[in-house]
């Protein structure tokens, strides 16, 4: 009887183990798929905004003087998680300047409603500059997009 009694054993323990690596993969998918603050290569770019209705309207945020300023500043609002974020650059003079905009709204009383309830930390609310998309589609088109 002993000898069955360590196998019992010896099967028991295998099978403690597959459960706990099963487990551990279960935590790992999860974790993986996890909603995380927007990041760079989420952010849609000049292109997007061109293929949304010129009729729509948006929030324009921020003007910066680099991408890299404009990924730190999205990484830094987990606020923005929750829309629809682009950018792009325009030429101004003999500078490049990047704009963010926030959301694709139907009409300017929808992005107001935005505006008033946007909480961010490093940009105030009454900043936040609604746009109307073809204005900004035609300052997309003055400057190349890369």
């Known amino acids: 009887m002993t000898g069955k009694w360590r196998i019992g054993v010896r099967v028991s323990r295998l099978v403690g183990r597959v459960f706990f690596v ?53 990484a830094g609002e ?15 003079k003999a500078r490049l300047l990047y704009v963010v905009t926030l959301g694709v709204f139907a009409d300017a009383d929808s992005a107001q409603q935005v505006k008033e309830s946007l909480q961010l930390g490093s940009v105030a609310a009454e900043e936040a500059w609604i746009r109307p998309l073809d204005e900004i589609q035609a300052q997309i088109r003055t400057t190349l997009q890369l």
Do not use: C, G, H
Request: proline share 4%; net charge negative.
């Open 78 to 92: 987990p606020a923005l998680m929750d829309y629809s974020v682009a950018y792009y650059r325009y030429q101004k």
């Open 22 to 74: 099963i487990a551990a993969l279960m935590i790992a998918a999860l974790i993986m798929v996890a909603p995380l603050p927007v990041q760079a290569e989420e952010l849609n770019e000049a292109q997007w905004l061109m293929r949304q209705s010129e009729q729509a309207f948006s929030l324009q945020l921020v003007t910066l003087s680099s991408r890299q300023q404009v990924e730190r500043f999205v």
